[in-house]
Antibody, heavy 131, light 107 residues
Framework: QVQLVQSGADVKKPGASVEVSCKAS????????IHWVRQAPGQRPEWLGC????????KYSQKFQGRVTMTGDTTATTVYMELRSLTSEDTAVYYCAREWAYDFWSPYLGGLDTIDPFDMWGQGTMVTVSS | DIQMTQSPSSLSASVGDRVTITCRAS??????LNWYQQKDGKAPNLLIYAVSNLQTGVPPRFSGSGSGTDFTLTINSLQPEDFATYFCQQSFSTPRTFGQGTKLDIK
């Protein structure tokens, strides 16, 4: 079964770090990048960054640069997201999501273009930061 | 960063109605616009990619249109399972950004 399964909910104190894992199964792990998105209650999803599972390259949102690290273990087909120096504003559900490339005809290019939405998501991990 | 703005923020409708949700990007995103549906307590689910392409398994009552910076999601003949929150998202550049969401509930 093609799926992403995340680690369970966690409660942390301000200033601590949290690591969330995301295990992929049912597809070729090294092909598609995995992104991390968080969503605070009643808010829009917010992108944290992504990891290329093929070569380990990462790209982080400037907002989280220096505070987030994403790593991957190809043997375990698992990616990890660590967020440090937590505050109450980091309380949210954290999702991993697979990027999938689709080709489409672009009138702007006059030919094929590629788009990579998030076609599969983990179930989410609630991270609560509270003293 | 590209800002995504949706309207309305909430919408009440009845089963069988046709509804339209709009999404505006702060700059041209060359059709790199996706729509997701999210139900309470669940992860978002991809509905439409590249403005108008239905993800596999999405019923044809969903459709998308638009160009440049202005896009719409239309749901024809609303079904009970369609009552949810809908987000647009641009995948033209990082950071990937989402609209604030449109909550569709039963009138």
């Amino acid at each position: 079964q093609v799926q992403l399964v995340q680690s369970g909910a966690d409660v942390k104190k301000p200033g601590a770090s949290v690591e969330v894992s995301c295990k992929a199964s049912g597809y070729s792990f090294n092909r598609e990048s995995i992104h991390w998105v968080r969503q605070a209650p009643g808010q829009r999803p917010e992108w944290l960054g992504c990891i290329n599972t093929g070569n380990g390259d990462t790209k982080y949102s400037q907002k989280f640069q220096g505070r987030v690290t994403m790593t991957g273990d190809t043997t375990a087909t698992t990616v990890y997201m660590e967020l440090r120096s937590l505050t109450s504003e980091d309380t949210a559900v954290y999702y991993c999501a697979r990027e999938w490339a689709y080709d489409f005809w672009s009138p702007y290019l006059g030919g094929l273009d590629t788009i990579d939405p998030f076609d599969m998501w983990g179930q989410g991990t609630m991270v609560t930061v509270s003293s | 960063d590209i800002q995504m703005t949706q309207s309305p923020s909430s919408l009440s409708a009845s089963v069988g109605d046709r509804v339209t949700i709009t999404c505006r990007a702060s700059q041209t995103i060359n059709r790199h616009l996706n729509w997701y549906q999210q139900k309470d307590g669940k992860a978002p689910n991809l509905l439409i990619y590249a403005v108008s392409n239905l993800q596999t398994g999405v019923p044809p009552r969903f459709s998308g249109s638009g160009s440049g910076t202005d896009f719409t999601l239309t749901i024809n003949s609303l079904q009970p399972e369609d009552f949810a929150t809908y987000f647009c998202q641009q995948s033209f550049s990082t950071p990937r950004t989402f609209g604030q969401g449109t909550k569709l509930d039963i009138k």
